[in-house]
């Protein structure tokens, strides 16, 4: 009793120190609106760049002193007009460099894209028989390829939009956390069969072949009552992925968090973590700064944190994101990428938060022992000598 006592208590402590080290960054809720931020894009450790969809209306943010401050950098006044007379809705928002920039729209196959760091954009009409299958992702490999995706198709381009192919012969609801891993090949969780079977795949589709591999098939329950389901991934490097998501727990709606993991690139996976928090609805996104430090997300203000590459996880429900929101569950749903070491969370509310505490252990690990080539030379047998050095200080690798 009195160890179970102890162990609270700590629990307490560890929660309400975490809850103490959220830091407001932007509030974007007025009288009379309703925004929802809809997209983090990070740049680098100090550039933030938030999508906010205000009923049919929509802005970009950014910040350049992590969030401490912001700016309107674009802002969507009037009704989209040509060709289609339409109010735009944002799905997805893709930062290829600094210039270039790209939004992705659930309205009639539409993206948009910037060539000025997202002071101005153009349209890009890929499919005037989409308009009731919007964009869902748009992702880029580089400056030149990337895929955009809807329902019922996927569009591939090699020119950076100037042309592309209409791939139809995979039906996808969504390409939750789409990664490429290479110049041609994405990985993702297929969606698709969700309706039919209650499974899910993780998978990897080669756009230069047009080809889908199955990797993986997430727990099917073949009596259709109980059915998990992986929101998001994050692929921290060609191992280590998580996975984030739900478990119906029979209650009408409700759900279980749950988390997975895979150690070798997606082949296999390992539930490691199982439990019922409040709110009872899931987990909708996961973050890793490494393949120890990391943070998932859910409906209601909800948060966990691990620092030991998911052994175990500290529950966390900021009073912060309550302001505005729902008295008793908080934020609606909520999104999270890192800025440097700090965790940037944004909310249904178009509010902005970062976590400035000392949860994390950064330096808990040994980089992997790192050499670049810094000269060479050429001796008589036209054998060449290279002079190495080692590199310092590594805290992140891919």
């Not at 996808?172 to 309706?195: K, P």
């Not at 072949?209 to 921290?236: G, H, Q």
Request: aromatic share 16%.
């Amino acid at each position: 009793m009195k160890y179970h006592l102890y162990f609270l208590i700590i629990l307490f402590c560890v929660s309400n120190s975490i809850a103490q080290n959220w830091t407001t960054l932007y509030r974007g809720g007025k009288v009379g609106e309703s925004p929802n931020a809809q997209n983090i894009q990070i740049l680098d450790s100090s550039n933030i760049f938030v999508t906010i969809q205000n009923s049919n209306r929509y802005c970009i943010i950014h910040s350049s002193n992590k969030g401490n401050s912001w700016d309107t950098l674009f802002r969507e006044v009037d009704w989209d007009l040509q060709p289609i007379p339409m109010l735009l809705n944002i799905n997805d928002y893709c930062i290829v460099t600094p210039k270039l920039h790209f939004l992705a729209f659930f309205d009639a196959g539409i993206l948009k894209m910037s060539s000025d760091s997202g002071k101005t954009f153009s349209r890009i009409f890929l499919d005037s028989n989409a308009k009731n299958s919007g964009i869902q992702r748009i992702i880029m490999y580089d400056s030149l390829t990337g895929i955009a995706q809807t329902k019922n198709a996927l569009y591939v381009t090699f020119d950076c939009w100037k042309s592309w192919k209409t791939r139809t012969s995979f039906k996808s609801s969504s390409l939750n956390r789409a990664r490429f891993i290479d110049s041609y090949n994405i990985r993702f969780i297929y969606h698709g069969s969700y309706y039919i079977n209650k499974s899910q795949k993780y998978m990897n589709y080669n756009i230069k072949t047009d080809k889908y591999t199955e990797l993986f098939e997430f727990y099917k329950d073949t009596n259709k009552t109980y059915f998990e389901n992986c929101n998001d991934i994050d692929i921290v490097n060609t191992n280590i992925i998580y996975g984030a998501g739900s478990l119906a727990n029979g209650n009408g709606n409700q759900s279980r968090d749950i988390i997975y993991k895979s150690t070798n690139g997606g082949y296999d996976w390992t539930k490691i973590y199982d439990q019922e928090n409040v709110p009872v609805f899931g987990l909708f996104e996961i973050s890793f700064y490494d393949e120890f430090n990391g943070i998932a997300v859910g409906q209601g203000s909800k948060i966990l944190f691990t620092k030991d590459a998911g052994k175990t996880w500290v529950y966390d429900n900021p009073k912060e994101m309550h302001i505005g929101q729902d008295s008793t569950y908080g934020a609606f749903n909520l999104h999270v990428e890192w800025a440097g070491r700090n965790p940037i969370v944004a909310t249904y509310g178009g509010n902005i938060f970062r976590y400035d505490g000392n949860f994390f252990e950064f330096n808990s690990y040994i980089a992997p022992f790192l050499i670049l080539p810094v000269n060479f030379s050429i001796n008589n047998n036209i054998n060449p000598t290279f002079k190495w050095s080692k590199l310092n200080n590594v805290q992140k690798y891919n």
